[in-house]
């Protein structure tokens, strides 16, 4: 689909009074059956998650798997030299795997230190991000959204998106500056 | 989203004190076998009941002050979720009243319990050294403001709360709030002079600057454990209808964020005393790790951190209030071997050994608060009704 001036569509946005209305609408396009869209808020928007119809999110199980990572890299960097390498008594402690009381702050703290990485990338994968511009932004009202601006934006690759019903649908939720935003 | 929708404010909820009047005849009952039980052993094997009675008391006392914790941490904080379940902490917490009583067998049997209290002076200069501290009518003094700050805040906390009931007036939640600014470091203090006086005390010649923590980091997340089981009761006989699933997420939140921090703190000082290597501070971790008491600090440590963190991480099991309580049951469990394997060792430096009073003692000082609470119970509302924030409490989603 294509713009009057020749741009591609990105989707059909629309602008709401308030986090409530927001709130609203989007329950409304999540009983619709729209999977390809946001909202945007200035701030945090309580359940917004279920009102969107969002799932569990599965950062937990990359940050689980960045976790053990780091769980036996730690594990492996100390133990290989200390105990099985090249063991060497020092201050009189064991020099076995009963050496490990010693290690607990780097296990810990590698466990962290991946983890944190994992949960940085991949939520930064899952975002889509890094990126120079969004559609969104050539929309001017949309810079409102970082002071009190709440909105909300159905993507035209969405199965379920037309241009007159979706128009339509944004309009009854009560949405209001209804416009198409074309990409780049 | 207040403005979406207007729920009517539910209207106060009350224990029906005759319904559960056999189980309370039985808790009293229960109470007076082990108390005369207890005057028995107290003249029978006056050694080993000491240290049981201990090992009873601190238990119950530890839990207790946990819930007082989150009392004041919930007016510090300003917080709204606890609301619903903050009535069944006031009463749990104000049992600190009831303790009072139960800690008087402890100052009769010092001569047992602390080996301090029968060295004259002049004979261990380590101990001489403490004299400034270890000294009995300080030692009194202690005792008894321990328990008239912690159990008054308790009390004046339960008591302005109960009040708001009824005329919904806004200035208890600013009084509860002044209590609790000002019971926050009084808090501390108290709960970690108390260990250092009860248990650091049970040996004079040892000590460890992580116990108030250490102790701390036990009572608030058992205590979490033990509302889980008390809300989960009240719910099962038909009470508390409005403490929803997402009420129990939070809950179970904590045990995890205290079954962690529990962790840390009991591995900081476990290394930095490993490491040091120095004799008069290893000798509480070498009683304890040697002998048949070694098994028991290992099932400590995989059964009070390893095992609850790895299925606390799990939402579904937060959100789960049967599963949940099989977890808080078992972290209740760990807290009293925690209590029983700082206590015990003390008097059985050798080796585990069991008594009958070690099941005793922590059975009657527990019927007799389950009594308490009990009356308690039927006293007020289960639920702050008038409270300012209830509502937030009723529609939270986390």
Same mark, same amino acid.
């Given at each position: 689909?294509?713009?009057?001036?020749?741009?591609?569509?990105?989707?059909?946005?629309?602008e709401?009074p308030s986090?409530?209305?927001?709130?609203?609408?989007?329950?409304?396009?999540?009983?619709?059956?729209?999977?390809?869209?946001?909202?945007?808020?200035?701030?945090?928007?309580?359940?917004?998650?279920?009102?969107?119809?969002?799932?569990?999110?599965?950062?937990?199980?990359v940050?689980?798997?960045?976790?053990?990572?780091?769980?036996?890299?730690?594990l492996?960097?100390?133990?290989?030299?200390?105990?099985?390498?090249?063991?060497?008594?020092?201050?009189?402690?064991?020099?076995?795997?009963?050496?490990?009381?010693?290690?607990?702050?780097?296990?810990f703290?590698?466990?962290?230190?991946?983890?944190?990485?994992?949960?940085?990338?991949?939520?930064?994968?899952m975002?889509?991000?890094?990126?120079?511009?969004?559609?969104?932004?050539?929309?001017?009202?949309?810079?409102?959204?970082?002071?009190?601006?709440?909105?909300?934006?159905?993507?035209?690759?969405d199965?379920?998106?037309?241009?007159?019903?979706?128009?339509?649908?944004?309009?009854?939720?009560?949405?209001?500056?209804?416009?198409?935003?074309?990409?780049? | 989203?207040?403005?979406?929708?207007?729920?009517?404010?539910?209207?106060?909820?009350?224990?029906?004190? &005759?319904?559960?009047?056999?189980?309370?005849l039985g808790?009293?009952?229960?109470?007076l076998?082990?108390?005369?039980?207890?005057?028995?052993?107290?003249f029978?094997?006056?050694?080993?009941?000491?240290?049981?009675?201990?090992?009873?008391?601190?238990?119950?006392?530890?839990?207790?002050?946990?819930?007082?914790?989150?009392?004041?941490?919930?007016?510090?904080?300003?917080?709204?979720?606890?609301?619903?379940?903050?009535?069944?902490?006031?009463?749990?917490?104000?049992?600190?009243?009831?303790?009072?009583?139960?800690?008087?067998?402890?100052?009769?049997?010092?001569?047992?319990l602390?080996?301090?209290?029968?060295?004259?002076?002049?004979?261990?200069?380590?101990?001489?050294?403490?004299?400034?501290?270890?000294?009995?009518?300080?030692?009194?003094?202690?005792?008894?403001l321990?328990?008239?700050?912690?159990?008054?805040?308790?009390?004046?906390?339960?008591?302005?709360?109960?009040?708001?009931?009824r005329?919904?007036?806004?200035?208890?939640?600013?009084?509860?709030?002044?209590?609790?600014?000002?019971?926050l470091?009084?808090?501390?203090?108290?709960?970690?002079?108390?260990?250092?006086?009860?248990?650091?005390?049970? &040996?004079?010649?040892?000590?460890?600057?992580?116990?108030?923590?250490?102790?701390?980091?036990?009572?608030?997340?058992?205590?979490?454990?033990?509302?889980?089981?008390?809300?989960?009761?009240?719910?099962?006989?038909?009470?508390?209808?409005?403490?929803?699933?997402?009420?129990?997420?939070?809950?179970?939140?904590?045990?995890?964020?205290?079954?962690?921090f529990?962790?840390?703190?009991?591995?900081?000082?476990?290394?930095?005393?490993?490491?040091?290597?120095?004799p008069?501070?290893?000798?509480?971790?070498?009683?304890?790790?040697?002998?048949?008491?070694?098994?028991?600090?290992?099932?400590?440590?995989?059964?009070?951190?390893?095992?609850?963190f790895?299925?606390?991480?799990?939402?579904?099991?937060?959100?789960?209030?049967?599963?949940?309580?099989?977890?808080?049951?078992?972290?209740?469990?760990?807290?009293?071997?925690?209590?029983?394997?700082?206590?015990?060792?003390?008097?059985?430096?050798?080796?585990?050994?069991?008594?009958?009073?070690?099941l005793?003692?922590?059975?009657?000082?527990?019927?007799?608060?389950?009594?308490v609470?009990?009356?308690?119970?039927?006293?007020?509302?289960m639920?702050?009704?008038?409270?300012?924030?209830?509502?937030?409490?009723?529609?939270?989603?986390?």
């Amino acid at each position: 689909m294509k713009t009057p001036y020749g741009h591609n569509v990105y989707g059909i946005a629309a602008e709401y009074p308030s986090a409530a209305a927001l709130y609203e609408a989007a329950k409304r396009v999540r009983d619709a059956g729209f999977k390809r869209w946001d909202v945007f808020s200035p701030f945090p928007i309580h359940g917004m998650d279920e009102a969107m119809g969002l799932g569990k999110s599965w950062l937990s199980a990359v940050v689980l798997a960045g976790g053990i990572t780091g769980i036996l890299t730690a594990l492996i960097l100390e133990w290989g030299p200390s105990w099985i390498l090249y063991p060497l008594i020092v201050h009189g402690k064991p020099f076995t795997w009963r050496v490990v009381p010693a290690f607990f702050p780097i296990i810990f703290e590698l466990t962290i230190l991946f983890s944190a990485f994992a949960a940085f990338f991949a939520w930064q994968i899952m975002n889509g991000l890094p990126r120079w511009n969004h559609p969104m932004f050539n929309w001017n009202r949309f810079a409102r959204v970082t002071n009190d601006g709440f909105f909300l934006a159905i993507e035209a690759n969405d199965p379920r998106f037309s241009e007159e019903e979706t128009q339509h649908l944004l309009e009854e939720t009560g949405g209001q500056h209804i416009t198409m935003i074309h990409e780049e | 989203m207040s403005e979406l929708t207007r729920e009517p404010v539910p209207q106060g909820e009350y224990f029906e004190t &005759n319904r559960f009047a056999g189980l309370s005849l039985g808790l009293g009952v229960g109470a007076l076998v082990g108390l005369v039980l207890c005057l028995i052993g107290a003249f029978v094997s006056p050694l080993q009941f000491s240290f049981s009675w201990m090992f009873g008391f601190i238990l119950f006392f530890t839990m207790c002050n946990g819930c007082l914790f989150w009392i004041i941490v919930h007016y510090a904080t300003d917080a709204e979720w606890t609301v619903v379940v903050r009535r069944q902490l006031e009463n749990i917490a104000v049992l600190l009243l009831a303790l009072a009583i139960l800690a008087i067998p402890i100052l009769l049997l010092r001569h047992q319990l602390f080996e301090w209290t029968n060295i004259p002076p002049g004979q261990d200069h380590v101990l001489d050294s403490k004299r400034q501290y270890l000294n009995w009518p300080f030692f009194i003094f202690r005792a008894v403001l321990y328990f008239v700050l912690l159990g008054g805040m308790a009390y004046l906390l339960r008591r302005f709360s109960v009040a708001q009931d009824r005329d919904g007036s806004p200035r208890f939640t600013i009084w509860m709030r002044k209590v609790s600014f000002g019971g926050l470091p009084i808090f501390g203090l108290a709960l970690t002079f108390a260990a250092f006086d009860w248990l650091m005390g049970l &040996n004079y010649r040892w000590y460890s600057t992580m116990w108030g923590p250490y102790i701390f980091a036990g009572s608030v997340g058992s205590s979490m454990s033990l509302l889980v089981l008390v809300i989960t009761a009240l719910r099962k006989a038909g009470y508390l209808k409005i403490v929803t699933l997402e009420h129990y997420h939070i809950m179970g939140k904590w045990m995890l964020a205290f079954c962690i921090f529990w962790a840390y703190i009991g591995f900081g000082q476990y290394m930095l005393y490993w490491y040091a290597n120095i004799p008069e501070e290893t000798q509480f971790f070498i009683v304890r790790n040697t002998q048949s008491w070694w098994p028991l600090s290992l099932l400590l440590v995989f059964g009070r951190f390893f095992a609850p963190f790895g299925i606390l991480l799990l939402r579904s099991i937060k959100k789960h209030p049967h599963q949940l309580c099989w977890v808080a049951g078992w972290l209740v469990f760990m807290q009293a071997l925690d209590m029983y394997i700082i206590v015990l060792p003390a008097l059985h430096g050798t080796g585990v050994r069991l008594s009958i009073w070690d099941l005793i003692c922590p059975l009657t000082i527990g019927c007799s608060l389950a009594f308490v609470y009990l009356r308690i119970l039927g006293r007020a509302s289960m639920f702050p009704v008038r409270d300012p924030r209830l509502i937030e409490s009723l529609r939270l989603s986390n």
